[in-house]
């Protein structure tokens, strides 16, 4: 009995031997690949190295594994290599975007720094009441024209796609005023009465964006002037909500016009949206005010709806939350107003290549009690340096032969330790951030972006100057 129970055991001790030696030699065909394909894998991870490939082409399971895992990784590799072509296409294009922003902001701005300044100079002479008025709706309809410029080049911003909502106090029944003076020659060409009514509750004074409001308010008071052969426009505020410190108000646009269909009123605010193709041929316009004037009033977290009935008139309903008058602004206001002391005998170097903006500049500047010297172009504005020492110099950017970064590059260069520290403001229509980042680049102190105002202009000089005694 004892020898059959050995037999037993050595036979049972034979097959776990024989299992161990078979186990061993399938683990070398079956699970080495598998852990070679694993430390493939980590390495591809670590280095993105998507050109590696697995090296095991057998025909059992694993060798269709192995090759299934190089095909994958063929697809990724092709993939990334898109990806990265794509991308530099697209980093390409947003080059050619920048400097055609660049550009347009360049040509846009300048003429209308023209306009502004000239302007601004003509309304400190003698003017009859009537002058005035005209005066006054230039400004404004420049000031509505800036502040479109300044939505299509910041769109982007300058990449980003959002508008920058401000927030300055202003009084409200005033900006009814000057809509009214802004579009009262076309009311009176269609011999339209316009009229305002404002709840005796809603505060002349609240914090927000004017500009925008202006704008809106621009949009369809014009809408309304198009779409109305006779009758009249009314512009009404009432307040929504009121908080202590916050105020939502709500503005009604109505007209006696041609109205719109119903099933039109939920597509009307959409681009290149208009009621039939026979409204574009008869009354013109792209389609795109009602659009902007939408994503201008969600932007400011209100919304717009339009109520009408076909060939009665139509009323665009609007809300807008605002912030309410507080003494920080009437302090702010009252140092904004309080004039500024400037030193006599500032000597100031103007560099610009358009004369008319040249001329109303140095203009300011003398007005302003500086000593203004010109120069039409950076070579001779060299040569002017070369000769004479300078508490500031005013840059364009945007020149013929030499612009005014090469130099200002020159300027910091110099042998002339005064030229060489001289203070530099850029004046540049080119309002993009590449534009302004590169200005600090090459040693500029500060930027103004033209059309720019009296006060900005003085006070950049003042703050510069005053740093360098």
């Known amino acids: ?111 209308l720094n023209s306009i502004v300044g000239i302007t601004s100079l003509l309304s400190e002479t003698e003017l009859n009441q009537e002058q005035k008025t005209y005066l ?9 024209l800036l502040a479109i410029i300044n939505d299509l080049l910041e769109f982007s911003k300058l990449g980003s796609g959002k508008l920058q909502i401000e927030k300055n106090e202003f009084n409200i029944r005033r900006t ?16 339209l009465h316009f009229s305002f009514k404002v709840d005796p509750d809603v505060p002349h004074f609240i914090v927000g964006d004017e500009y925008r409001l202006n704008q809106i308010l621009i949009n369809l008071v014009g809408n309304s002037v ?8 009314e512009i009404a505020i009432n307040i929504l909500s009121e908080t202590e410190s916050n105020i939502k108000l709500e503005f009604r646009v109505k007209d006696t016009g041609i109205g719109i269909k119903e099933e039109k009123q939920k597509i009307i605010f959409d681009s290149f949206t208009q009621e039939s193709n026979g409204t574009t041929r008869e009354y013109g316009g792209t389609g795109l005010g009602l659009a902007i004037t939408k994503q201008l009033v969600e932007l400011q977290e209100g919304k717009i709806k339009v109520e009408s009935i076909k060939g009665q008139g139509s009323t665009f309903i609007f809300n807008i939350p605002y912030l309410k008058k507080t003494l920080f602004t009437q302090k702010k206001n009252k140092e904004s107003k ?18 008319m903006n040249l001329t109303f500049t140095k203009s300011i500047l003398s007005k302003s009690k500086f000593i203004v010297d010109t120069a039409l172009s950076a070579m001779e504005a060299l040569q002017i340096i070369e000769e004479k020492d300078f508490d500031l110099i005013l840059m364009d950017l945007h020149m013929p032969e030499m612009d005014g970064y090469e130099l200002s590059g020159k300027i910091r260069n110099s042998t002339n330790e005064k030229t060489r520290c001289t203070p530099i403001i850029a004046l540049t229509a080119a309002a993009t951030s590449n534009e302004i980042n590169k200005c600090f680049d090459v040693g500029m102190n500060d930027y103004l972006i033209k059309p720019f105002k009296t006060e900005e202009l003085i006070s950049k000089i003042l703050n510069l100057t005053n740093e360098v005694k």
Do not use: C, W
Not at 226 to 233: A, E, Q, R, V
């Open 1 to 111: 009995m004892d020898d059959y129970y050995k037999v037993i055991f050595y036979i049972l001790f034979g097959s776990l031997i024989m299992a161990f030696i078979l186990a061993s030699s399938f683990q070398s065909i079956i699970t080495s690949p598998i852990i070679q394909l694993h430390k493939l894998i980590n390495k591809i991870y670590v280095n993105k190295d998507y050109s590696i490939r697995s090296v095991y082409d057998s025909k059992d399971e694993v060798g269709h594994l192995s090759r299934g895992f190089n095909n994958m990784i063929k697809q990724i590799e092709k993939q990334n290599i898109d990806l990265i072509n794509s991308k530099e296409i697209a980093e390409s294009s947003l080059k050619a975007k920048e400097r055609f922003l660049a550009n347009m902001t360049h040509e846009l701005r300048t003429p």
């Open 136 to 144: 006054e709706n230039i400004n404004l309809s420049s000031e509505h």
């Open 176 to 191: 009814l005023e000057r809509i009214k003076n802004t579009m009262q020659y076309e009311l009176e060409k269609r011999k």
């Open 226 to 233: 198009k779409f109305t052969p006779k009758g009249s426009i």
């Open 338 to 355: 309080a004039e500024i002391n400037i030193p006599a005998n500032e000597k100031i170097l103007l560099i610009d290549d358009n004369a």
